[in-house]
């Protein structure tokens, strides 16, 4: 299996404590959920940085701060650390329409080389999609994403078994 290396924004880490009823929200907290399981096994990387525990602090809720720390505590990420050149560069994302927190977690996962930044932020995701050319990481929707990578996954087994004759 191929390892993935994966920045998760904020908002996937809030997801799992949002309304449950709605179709979306469940389904993108089930990928969410699965993703984690596969870095708790050491089957795909975590990309994270010091930009995560920054804008969790910020959340009103104590009692939500306290569960998506416990969340993210599961699993062990590669840790990037903010220096001036990071900063520079959220400046330049900002300057393209990304939120100040938003930019400083495009510009860590672009440093960490992370294959895939996710965010249930559609703004975010239309943002990336707009700017693809001059980013140096993919943004997409877990849900999408973990779809594709089944799907791929699936091909591939296909692919194999139909090559041995089965």
């Not at 505590?73 to 990304?98: C, M, Q, T, V, Y």
């Amino acid at each position: 299996m191929d390892t993935k290396k994966i920045y998760l924004d904020v908002c996937c880490f809030n997801r799992p404590f949002d309304d449950q009823t709605q179709e979306r929200i469940k389904l993108e907290t089930e990928a969410i959920l699965l993703m984690l399981k596969r870095f708790e096994l050491g089957q795909w990387q975590w990309i994270s940085s010091e930009t995560m525990d920054f804008e969790i602090d910020q959340t009103p809720s104590v009692e939500r701060r306290n569960r998506v720390n416990s969340l993210m505590a599961s699993s062990k990420p590669h840790l990037i650390l903010l220096d001036n050149n990071l900063i520079k560069r959220g400046s330049e994302l900002e300057k393209k329409g990304f939120d100040a927190y938003d930019a400083l977690h495009v510009a860590c996962a672009e440093h960490g080389q992370a294959d895939v930044f996710l965010t249930t932020d559609d703004k975010m995701c239309r943002l990336g999609n707009r700017h693809s050319q001059q980013l140096n990481v993919r943004i997409e929707n877990p849900l999408k994403w973990f779809q594709e990578v089944i799907d791929e996954s699936t091909n591939n087994d296909i692919r194999t078994d139909s090559s041995n004759g089965n």
